[in-house]
């Protein structure tokens, strides 16, 4: 008969190392499978993380690192594979991956949030050839260029503060007339002189040859630049659960604290469930309680 873990832990981000430094702890017979080898998590696209407590200033590459080097001591058992499915029969999970098939009597569910696009012409076209979503991975590309930054929160201004210190000159366009970021973000944002806010703005269309040359406004105007970054929000990666579990209208695993889901014994933590803060802190949180809900969930199970 197949093996039949107490808990697959279905991602390798913050939430999840988290969780597998918690489930080591407690003793579980489990097993951690994330899609990348090479840090898949989001930390990984952070330049400086410096709201990470105990921890002035880090980058972000460093931060998952250590996060995995931490799980990594403790021999927490993780695989190198992606998660196509999970369905549940006979109170067992199924984990279908691309190399093998997984069975358990948990999961808890922390695949992270993709990029979400703006879905204008010339996105498609140029991504990869001038549009972005990562500027920690494709900055270096801009050195004393001009680009553009989409958007107006923590995101944004972190990708325009960064690529303020590489590239001539940055413009934030963002639709709305405030900011939504963090006051010590919009300060470091504020003082550099390259950026220039471009307040109730959109982008209409991206235009180039092979690659980038301008971007045109709605309002008509053209701004002459050779990389787009866009950060305009992030989309669940919810996928692989969505027949078994509750959703948002924006495919967010609907889930509290705790971690429950509307399918016993699944749990969702980190970007991926409905919160309102989605950062590091908070991913690293959701792990650790969903460990004490996965602990109750199968104490609850051997009682009956
Ligand atoms: C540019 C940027 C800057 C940020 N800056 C900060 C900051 O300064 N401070 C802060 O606190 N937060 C910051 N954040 C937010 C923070 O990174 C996230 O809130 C946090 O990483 C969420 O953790 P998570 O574990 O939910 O997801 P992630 O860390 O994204 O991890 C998800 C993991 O799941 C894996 N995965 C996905 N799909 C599958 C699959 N099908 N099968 C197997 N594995 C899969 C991925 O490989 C990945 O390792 C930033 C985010 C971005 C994008």
Same mark, same amino acid.
């Given at each position: ?28 017979? &489990? ?34 690192? +250590? ?41 808890? &569910? ?14 498609? $076209? ?16 801009? +050195? %004393? ?13 972190? $990708? ?14 963002? +639709? +709305? ?24 703005? $959109? ?53 509290? $604290? ?30 650790? %309680? ?15």
């Amino acid at each position: 008969m197949s093996r039949v873990y107490d808990l697959v832990i279905a991602g390798g981000g913050a939430a999840g190392l988290t969780a597998a430094v918690y489930a080591v702890r407690s003793g579980l017979d &489990f097993l951690l499978v994330d899609s990348s080898a090479s840090m898949g998590s989001q930390i990984a696209q952070t330049d400086e993380v410096d709201n990470y407590t105990g921890i002035d200033s880090i980058t972000g590459i460093e931060l998952v690192q +250590r996060f995995y080097d931490h799980a990594n001591k403790l021999n927490a058992p993780m695989k190198n594979d992606t998660i196509k499915k999970i369905t549940k029969q006979n109170e067992l999970f199924s984990v279908e991956c691309e190399g093998q098939t997984l069975l358990a009597k948990s999961v808890i &569910f922390c695949a992270g949030a993709g990029h979400r696009k703006l879905g204008i012409k010339g996105e498609n $076209e140029f991504t990869g050839r001038g549009v972005g979503y990562c500027a920690v991975c494709d900055g270096f590309f801009y +050195r %004393n260029k001009t680009v553009v930054v989409v958007g107006g929160g923590n995101t944004a201004v972190t $990708e325009a503060i960064y690529l303020s210190k590489i590239c001539k000159k940055v413009y934030l366009v963002h +639709r +709305r007339d405030t900011l939504r970021a963090e006051r010590a973000l919009t300060k470091k944002l504020e003082s550099a002189d390259n950026i220039e806010i471009l307040y109730s703005s $959109e982008l209409a269309q991206i235009c180039g040859g092979n690659s980038v040359s301008s971007v045109i406004l709605k309002n008509g105007k053209e701004l002459e630049c050779q990389g787009v970054f866009i950060a305009v929000g992030i989309v669940p990666r919810s996928e692989a659960i969505k027949d078994i579990a509750d959703t948002d209208e924006y495919g967010f695993v609907l889930a509290s $604290e705790s971690g429950k889901t509307s399918c016993k014994g699944l749990f969702a933590a980190g970007d991926v469930r409905t919160k309102s803060l989605r950062q590091i802190i908070t991913a690293c949180s959701d792990g650790a %309680n969903c460990i004490d809900s996965v602990n109750r969930f199968l104490n609850e199970g051997a009682q009956k």
